[in-house]
């Protein structure tokens, strides 16, 4: 099993690109969940989908927008980047909400 | 959700037990407590949980207070790749945000 896959790992944009992140979970979860990490900070959250079909906004979710695809993707797109957006990007799956499974991250700079 | 208050950072010997501390004063009944621990740039894992009796699995040992206004994530015999930031977050069962703070920085020295 991958577990919690994202891509891409690395990304830099300029002000005003839009670009979507992608998260696939191989563990049958129903939940997903899209947080960022600033440095030095804890996660935030800013969007999660319960189950398949359904999606709420989490604590920071201005600037962005989710699709959950099917049951194993749940994608995160920008439509305008801003230098604020720069940050740590994860996703994460679960079947209970308490046990979150984490995917590696994606580093997003926008310039 | 009631708010967590951890020191922000702290050593341990290697081999030796690692006590980290949370205070969750205004925790109410339905809430429970977990933590995850985040090794430096990776994506968060999951470590525990407990409602109000003490719990214990692989990784670690979660002690909550009889009052619950305060638990004790204990790392029995801390080694080197324990070294991460710890959250401990509290939070209704059912709901599925978690609220992070800035957690502690727990250091394995050799």
């Known amino acids: 099993n991958a577990g919690v896959t994202q891509t891409p790992k690395f990304q830099v944009l300029k002000t005003g690109q839009s670009m979507t992140l992608q998260c696939a979970q191989d563990m049958n979860h129903n939940s997903m969940y899209w947080y960022r990490q600033d440095p030095g900070m804890g996660l935030r959250l800013i969007y999660y989908?319960?189950?398949?079909?359904?999606?709420d906004k989490g604590e920071v979710p201005n600037g962005y927008n989710v699709s959950r695809l099917n049951k194993r993707e749940f994608s995160l797109r920008l439509e305008s980047a801003a230098p604020s957006q720069t940050s740590v990007y994860f996703c994460?799956?679960?079947?209970?909400?308490?046990?979150?499974?984490f995917g590696p991250g994606t580093r997003l700079t926008v310039l | 959700d009631a708010k967590t208050t951890q020191p922000p950072s702290m050593d341990c010997a290697e081999g030796r037990a690692a006590n980290l501390p949370c205070n969750h004063s205004?925790?109410?009944?339905?809430?429970?407590v977990y933590w995850y621990r985040q090794i430096h740039s990776q994506g968060p894992q999951y470590i525990i949980h407990g409602l109000k009796n003490n719990e214990t699995n692989e990784m670690a040992s979660l002690i909550i207070t009889e009052d619950r206004k305060s638990s004790t994530l204990i790392l029995p015999h801390a080694t080197l790749r324990d070294t991460a930031v710890y959250y401990c977050?509290?939070?209704?069962?059912?709901?599925?945000?978690?609220?992070w703070g800035a957690g502690t920085k727990l250091i394995i020295k050799p």
């Open positions: 977050i509290v939070r209704a069962w059912d709901n599925y945000q978690l609220i």
């Open positions: 989908s319960a189950s398949e079909g359904t999606t």
């Open positions: 994460a799956s679960s079947e209970t909400p308490w046990t979150q499974y």
């Open positions: 205004t925790i109410s009944g339905n809430e429970y």
